[in-house]
């Protein structure tokens, strides 16, 4: 008797210990459902539990900063009128200040993911999609470009004069097609990294040099383009008339 329910304890330490194994092997897949890691790069890190909270640390990083980045321009864009208050333009120089570092910190995430924590720079070169998100971050970061040189300058005459310029109807309208050109820019690659990391239009064919084109034009550019424009920008001359007695 002590023998076969020895021998049960013992089928019954296989069976419990087959079953976690079963598991263990199971889970690198299950996390890959709710992850853009491939089961197999899971499966294969080493400390994976270290690996996969610096990747979710990463992307969290990414989503929040183009979170701030969006309520930053959101704000830019409801504040900026003709005839803004001190306290106004206080508001949209900090907004762009938030807006300039949450660019950053989207680069610097979007980088390790990027190399570390996604699908890898072998399967990112590949994607159009992945150029034409860059590209959409690049127009969008030249176009800002002009409000931040703008905002730079209203500063130093501020600490000139102790008061900022008067806000234009002109400059505001300038401002306000600009940010809503970033807006656009932005709420338009969350639509383009979904389809990237589901390997839409991925192809081998084309060498990514060339998808990649695009990129440096445009930034280099529109780049050019609106710091010129802000550096060189005047405002219209106010002709008054009198009426002749």
């Given amino acids: ?4 329910s020895d021998e049960e ?10 079953c976690w194994m079963m598991v263990a092997g199971a889970t690198p897949a299950l996390v890959a459902l709710f992850s853009s890691l491939p089961a197999e790069a899971l499966a294969t890190t080493d400390g994976s539990s270290s690996f996969i909270l610096f990747s979710a640390l990463a992307a969290y990083v990414h989503y929040a900063s ?3 980045a969006a309520i930053s321009l959101s704000v830019e864009r409801f504040t900026i009128r003709p005839g803004m208050t001190e306290e106004e333009n206080n508001i949209i120089t900090i907004a762009d200040t938030l807006y300039g570092i949450s660019a950053v910190t989207i680069i610097a995430s979007g980088y390790s993911r990027i190399t570390q924590y996604g699908k890898g720079w072998d399967f990112y070169k590949h994607e159009p999609l992945f150029w034409v998100k860059l590209t959409l971050f690049g127009v969008m970061g030249a176009v800002s470009l002009f409000p931040t040189t703008m905002i730079i300058k209203r500063a130093i005459q501020r600490q000139t004069t ?21 807006l656009l820019a932005l709420l338009s690659i969350p639509l383009f990294a979904t389809t ?14 060339l998808e990649a084109i695009p990129l440096p034009i445009a930034v280099l550019g529109f780049g050019y383009k609106y710091m010129n424009e802000a550096l ?4 219209d001359e106010v002709v008054v008339t009198t009426e002749a007695d």
Wanted: net charge negative; proline share 5%.
């Fill in 162 to 182: 102790g008061s900022y310029p008067p806000m234009s109807e002109k400059l505001a309208k300038r401002f306000t097609s600009l940010v809503n050109t970033e």
């Fill in 232 to 235: 060189q920008w005047k405002e």
């Fill in 1 to 4: 008797i002590d023998q076969l």
């Fill in 196 to 209: 990237m990391s589901r390997g839409v239009l991925y192809s081998e064919a084309i060498p990514w040099q």
């Fill in 66 to 68: 183009l979170l701030i």
């Fill in 9 to 18: 304890s013992g089928g019954d330490y296989c069976h419990e210990r087959s």
